[in-house]
Nanobody, 118 residues
Framework: QVQLVESGGGLAQPGGSLRLSCQAS????????MTWYRQRVGHVRDLVAT???????RYADSVQGRFTISRDNAKATMYLQMNNLKPEDTSVYYC????????????WGQGTPVTVSS
């Protein structure tokens, strides 16, 4: 089992920055791809950015060039640096991880809210 805990959410002004963290614990040795999702009220949960164990990344078009995903495998932690925040970035941000098992096990954090408002 793996537990994921997000932190770093809060209130930011438009144009501001926040850094989210996702700390994994438990059987972290076989965590594969890790992903940030976000969900606004009344909307589906959308992929924000994903990173595999080797560090290959992929971003949603809406955050490309503004957000940076990274991970520290030794610390079992994933990060999301969010710059030039916009009001439409307001969401609850969730951490997700897949294990390397076949089929892969999936894990979710509890979410951390981000509000971008002046």
């Amino acid at each position: 089992q793996v537990q994921l805990v997000e932190s770093g959410g809060g209130l930011a002004q438009p144009g501001g920055s926040l850094r989210l963290s996702c700390q994994a614990s438990g059987n972290t040795f076989n965590i594969g791809t890790m992903t940030w999702y976000r969900q606004r009220v009344g909307h589906v949960r959308d992929l924000v950015a994903t990173i595999n164990r080797a560090g290959t990344t992929r971003y949603a078009d809406s955050v490309q060039g503004r957000f940076t995903i990274s991970r520290d495998n030794a610390k079992a932690t994933m990060y999301l640096q969010m710059n030039n925040l916009k009001p439409e970035d307001t969401s609850v941000y969730y951490c997700h991880a897949n294990s390397d098992d076949r089929p892969p096990l999936e894990y979710w954090g509890q979410g951390t809210p981000v509000t971008v408002s002046s």
